[in-house]
């Protein structure tokens, strides 16, 4: 009952938020409903129900996770619209809060649909809803964005749900694409249409993620998109990807076929790697560069799941920590644009000096994303890495190494430069209202929380999530 | 004589092949509506057993892709002033072989994929063929609206693959496909419209600003 | 019966020129006008023959026999096709390609008559016939491998006649969409609209009626009467593949193939008055969908 409120609920709302005619409480009534949603992922790690995955709907440790994951930046995300709105002088929002409500709602189906079905609809709705927010500017280059984006995704999503067909072919017994009995009865799973399910399902939901070479229309939309949605889509929405690609992954483990899964997914993961940080190099645009950021986490986590073992743990727990930093640093870039109108880092300088909170937030960010202690990040990768060892993979976690260090420095490279120096002349201190640090703030902490105590019931909710993904804690 | 779902599933690969060959964008979204009214049919020749399961899905197929999809595609050409598609990135003939090849090779390669029995022998070719010649479609051509109608046919050739297994993967699936299948054309209609205001043209070989 | 292929190559030779007359009447009649009449390519057959001839003194002995050697490559691919149903007076096994290589030679023929004359007028419009032979030619054959898979022969009295009838029903699909193909392919031979336009005479528009600009008298008595046999001999196939499942006596088939000629003359007449002459490099598009048709029903049978 409470799952299909959660489900349910968002778009109700985002219906009446499309009908109604006053335009006051709309940006209220979002940060309600987020609020309400935040309230109800709380009660579910309350209950402590991880059972097995039975029928359509039902909470297990993974799906858990990415709800985490997706209600809390939806928090921040409302929380933060309260003034984006007002700042980017939007008459009324209908479309931005409506959409965004739709995206939640849509999200919450995927994180906690057992069926691949029904992942599947929740993803197709994602995309649509998101689709409009991304148009938010209506001018050449965010109409050029919302195509490339549209196009790619619609292909990606076309072909998963051809891989779900071919996985309900696989399927002998049991109840068809319920993710319950397909782990059940993973021995009589048609082996040659099962690879195939995997192929098919690999390359559309990676394409939702944002895997090289599938991420071509990643920079142009997250570039484009106002910074709230690009930090949603970098938050939750891979999140959500991440979720299909795992629920294939954990069919596949049942099935004894990981070691058929392992060489696309590294190949993919290392893909990302090696693009995003080339790409990143000689960035200018902050956003575009933090949308790269996000092909390399995508990558990092593709890896980890081919790992297997201890890297499933690490998956699950960079999952979280990479939604949360993601959700954090989006919305501080988000506060540069505020700032000098422009995502260009060349426009932009001193932010440390003009928006104090904006620029801590930016140093965190880029520490965090680039995985250095104390952040929570830096244990997941240090987890990942780790059972690269340990499986005697030792050449990728070099290669992974080596990428992560030119990661770095590109980003560093933009994001201090943005941050220090000496602002212009005539630009002075700018206010930093709650709504637009509180979000971003909570976020940070949090990832930094993450990285020095992971409470118990975490851990065991992750180990979980491993058990399932074929793997175990480290 | 033939079972009638074996025809229907012939005029659809001609179908595409009248998508491949046409220039005229309206000859093409009429094309895409026809394949909707065949695909509406072919679920009722396959089960004959007409149950509501498989009665809803026939009028919802006909519907959306028979009548509402068309209909908005004709909306928004007559909205853009086009009626040509320029010549492709491989060539029409050129297409018209490929198409043709991506037939024969689904014909070759679906009994090797030992899928469960289908109703008809070919239900797997035809909708494998349709799938690559959708994506065929999408990735060579150059106005917006001929990518849409590529989409579509890629879409279309994945619900014949769903259907060799409508008895398995229940009614609200198919549904939810259907739906999100409109919803998406609809919305890249919405942006071929104001692509055509933006550039004045459909042609998307022109969204280049944005590069790295 | 076996007089009854005689009488049919007879009946089919003496009819062919109606059926331009036929098509260009029905045509006339869906655009709202009178139109000739339809025995008028007779008219102008004897007209023509009874005139006397001038030769270019730029040509050579080519431009004589290009006329001659089509007119005998035709009566001879005549001989090929049953046209009773049962039996051609010519058969051997392979004729099928002996049917297309002899119209080719005589195409072949005409076009070395055309550039004999040395003007760069019939240049234009060999080269154009020759391009859109080119893309005919391979569906022709898909066509005629489309019969051979269904009947297992190798001879066109086999393709088209009895064994086709037996198998009919099993292989309709496939047979129906190798019709249509030959349809199509019949329209490029016989230089009819969708692909060429027998009536326009600007120059930089004609296609086989600029090729043949420079005869006069017989020869173009010959030509004409090569090209209305032509259109009766593809017009034969299409009709016979339709025809073939009715399992009749060869007198029956005969009179149903004539029947079936005036059908096909009238389905010509209705695709020209319906359809524009298509752009120069669009014919190859219509022909190589007219080849991915017939592969496709090559497809169907093979699998």
Redesign the interface.
Known sequence: MLLLTLILLPAATGAVAWLSPSARWRPRLLLGIAAIHVAGTASLWWTQDRSAPEGWLGVDALGLVVLTVVSLVFLAVSLYSLRFLEHAKVQGARVFISCLLAFLSAATLVALAH?F??V??GM??T??AL??LV?FR????S??????Y??LS??G??LA??GT?FL??A?VEGR??ILGDLVRNAASL?P??LR?AFVFLLVGYGTKMGLAPLHSWK??TY??APSPVAALMAGALTSCAFLGLARTVEVMAAAHQAAFIRPPLFALGIASLVLSAG?MI??TDLK?LLAYSSVEHMGILAIALGIGGAGAYGAALHLLNNGLIKGSIFLAVGNVVLLSGTSEASATRGVLRRAPLTGILLIAGLFAVTGSPPFGLFVSEFTILGAAFHAGLTWLAIVMLLLLAIVFVGMARLILGVVYGTPEAGAGPVAEPFPLVAGPLVLGGLVLILGLYIPPVLQDTLARAAGALGGGTP | ??PSH??LL?LV??TN?WVL?T?RLSSMIRAAAMQGLLLAALPIALYPHASLHIVGLAIGTLLVKAIVLPHFLTRAIREAAVRREIEPLIG??AS??L??AA??LA?AIA?R????GTPS?MLI?VALST?IIG?LV?TTRNK?LT?VVG?LI??NG?YV??L??AE???F??EV??LL?VF??VF??GI?VF??NR??DSLD?AR????R? | MTFTPVLGLLAVLLLAPALPGIANRVKSALTGRRGAPMLQLYADLGKSWRKGVVYSPTTTILFRLGPVVLVCTALLAAGLVPLDGTTSPIRFTGDLVAFAGLLALGRFMLVLAALDTGSSFEGMGASREVTFAVFAEPALFLCFTVFVVATGDLRLQDMLGQPLAHTW?AT??SLL?GAASLFIVSLAETNRVPIDDPLTHLELTMVHEVMVLDHSGPDLALILYASALKMALFGSLVVRVFVAGAMVSAPMALGLLLIGLVVYAMAVGVVESVMARLRMN?V???L??A???A??GL??L??
């Open positions: 069926h079905a029904l599947w609809i197709e709705a995309t649509l689709a409009p148009f209506r001018d050449r280059r109409l050029e964005a919302v195509w490339k549209l196009v619609s292909v999503i076309a749900l051809f067909f309900a072919a399927q068809p694409l048609r040659g249409l195939a920079p142009d570039g484009e790409f000689g960035q575009r | 004589m033939q074996d025809v012939l690969v001609l092949f060959g220039t029409f003939t018209l072989i198409g043709a037939v024969a014909f009994p994929l030992e899928l469960p022998g070719p799938v994506l999408l917006a990518q989409y890629l879409e994945i693959f769903g060799s297994q398995r993967v229940p609200l699936v939810g496909v999100d919803a998406g919305i890249m942006v104001h692509i933006e550039f998307s969204l280049t600003e944005l790295d | 029903l309709a699909p969409l669009h190859p598009q219509l190589v969908a080849s991915a048709t592969g496709f497809i169907l093979l699998r």
